[in-house]
């Protein structure tokens, strides 16, 4: 029997952040291959459009380099405002209010207004789900660790720069401080979290002191990413944005029916 198999408390590695502005919480991690992954990397990326009206989905274009319905819708969108930018002689510096209470030249200009609001939002954004063990909780098996885009980077770009440092039996745990910096968002703590490899530690298996075929069974349970963050096909991503192309011409008319504020 596997004894990593079944005796996880939570599938997701949620960093705490401390109470009090200026406090920091140490973890130390340790990255784990990922068998579904191409060449079993630790780091499986899925790109997501965040703000669909209030839907999100994930981007199977910059997932998975297939069809995605709401990428093509932007890219239309995006055509369209091109060409009436070019009739109405408008020019990037124009998107841009000169003061907070004046509308800028595109916000007066409704079909061009239109067009902007249609698609800005819809953008796709980068996300990595990381493999890891949390050291001292190593019982409690993998857990995946999901990263924005910022961290995501800078995490890659050490793993990169330094040639096995995820190696399972020789490879370095990590290091990350969270710290509260008292941002918020959506409501919730945001901390800044700095993160390092332990290469002035010793080089270390996943799981130290035991045989290769324990730390073999612990990477066998590692899920593969797309058990939680499927690719949609176009179709599911061709119904959001149906759902979002009604949600935005509500939102549009009912903008339209606000009083002036005076
Ligand atoms: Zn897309």
Not at 186 to 210: C, H, T, V, Y
Request: with cysteine; glycine share 4%.
């Amino acid at each position: 029997m596997n004894p990593y198999q079944n005796n996880k408390k939570n599938d997701f590695f949620v960093p705490e952040v401390p109470k009090n502005k200026g406090e920091e919480k140490k973890y130390t991690l340790r990255f784990v291959p990922n068998l579904h992954n191409p060449h079993h990397v630790p780091i499986a990326e899925r790109h997501r459009h965040y703000d669909v009206g209030d839907k999100s989905i994930i981007c199977p274009k910059f997932s998975a380099n297939q069809s995605c319905a709401i990428c093509e819708y932007i890219d239309q969108q995006r055509k369209q405002l091109t060409e009436a930018c070019d009739v109405h002689k408008i020019s990037k510096g124009d998107f841009k209010r000169q003061s907070p209470d004046v509308p800028s030249k595109i916000e007066q200009i409704p079909e061009i207004n239109k067009l902007w609001l249609s698609y800005k939002d819809l953008y796709s954004k980068k996300r990595g789900y990381i493999s890891l063990i949390v050291r001292g909780e190593e019982s409690q098996g993998v857990k995946f660790w999901s990263v924005g885009a910022k961290l995501l980077e800078n995490i890659i770009d050490r793993i990169i720069a330094a040639e096995g440092m995820v190696d399972r039996y020789r490879g370095y745990d990590a290091l990350i401080k969270v710290k509260n910096i008292g941002k918020f968002f959506n409501g919730r703590p945001s901390p800044e979290i700095d993160f390092q490899f332990d290469a002035f530690g010793e080089r270390k298996a996943i799981l130290p002191g035991k045989p290769p075929e324990e730390i073999d069974a612990l990477i066998e349970t590692v899920k593969d990413v797309s058990s939680f963050a499927p690719i949609p096909t176009y179709e599911e991503t061709q119904a959001v944005l149906n759902e979002y192309l009604v949600w935005f011409e509500k939102k549009i008319n009912s903008s339209k029916r606000e009083p002036a504020v005076a």
